[in-house]
């Protein structure tokens, strides 16, 4: 059954470093999110992605973070110069043209860790 | 704006028991309502999806799902819990148009031998 990829699963980097996290959703799906999760915590949305641009992004996703489909088949989240706060699970998501029902499948999730 | 309210942050059952886990929602449309299940330090698995139609929907691993619109609510229970059961799970309550999905704080349950 096909699946969200997400690499890696734990990424650990010290505070003001960049760090991208990469997903690889479903072949055919064509709408993309990231959302993230602080350990013990709800998960929140951060952005959706569609059509190479951003359809939809939280007040999470400020200037520190970026999307990108640098290819027909990765999804990056990039987070420019990261902090403490920063450390949660991201989990990627998509959903296919032909949703019914408006179901994201999720990715496993990277962790990261920033020092 | 959405919301989705979990009234129950832990929940301890034994094996063999009856569930029911809380979600009431908040949205003013016809909502998107999905129950995802998280097993410690994975992803989530999607359990149970409503949009319209029947109000009790089944779902994978013996779950359902009741909506009420009265009651704004889409609890999910199990006739009988088993130990693989433990995890937490979450309510989630969507749009049309393929927008962001809102979850609520989730519910742990604990499954006692």
């Known amino acids: 059954e096909p699946e969200v990829t997400q690499t890696p699963s734990h990424q650990v980097t010290q505070m003001g470093q960049e760090v991208i996290l990469r997903c690889v959703p479903i072949?055919?799906?064509?709408?993309f999110y990231w959302y993230r999760q602080i350990l013990g915590q709800k998960v929140e949305f951060l952005v959706s992605?569609?059509?190479?641009?951003?359809?939809?992004k939280s007040e999470i996703f400020d200037d520190q973070f970026s999307v990108e489909r640098p290819d027909g088949s990765n999804f990056t989240l990039k987070i420019r110069s990261t902090k403490l706060e920063d450390s949660a699970m991201y989990f990627c998501?998509?959903?296919?043209?032909?949703?019914?029902?408006?179901?994201?499948?999720f990715g496993p999730g990277t962790r990261l860790t920033v020092l | 704006a959405q919301s989705v309210t979990q009234p129950d942050i832990h929940i301890t059952v034994s094996e063999g028991a009856s569930l029911e886990l809380r979600c009431n929602y908040s949205?003013?449309?016809?909502?998107?309502l999905f129950w995802y299940v998280q097993s410690p330090g994975q992803g989530l698995q999607l359990l149970l999806k409503?949009?319209?139609?029947?109000?009790l929907v089944q779902g994978i691993k013996g779950f359902e799902a009741e909506f009420k619109r009265s009651q704004s609510s889409f609890n999910l229970r199990k006739p009988s819990v088993h130990w693989s059961d433990a995890a937490e799970y979450f309510c989630?309550?969507?749009?049309?148009?393929?927008?962001?999905?809102?979850f609520g704080s989730g519910t742990r349950l604990q499954v006692q031998p």
């Open positions: 949205y003013g449309a016809t909502p998107y």
């Open positions: 072949s055919n799906h064509l709408y």
């Open positions: 998501a998509s959903i296919g043209q032909g949703a019914r029902y408006n179901e994201q499948f």
């Open positions: 992605f569609y059509n190479n641009e951003i359809s939809e």
């Open positions: 409503y949009f319209s139609g029947d109000t």
């Open positions: 989630a309550v969507g749009a049309e148009g393929r927008r962001a999905l809102t």
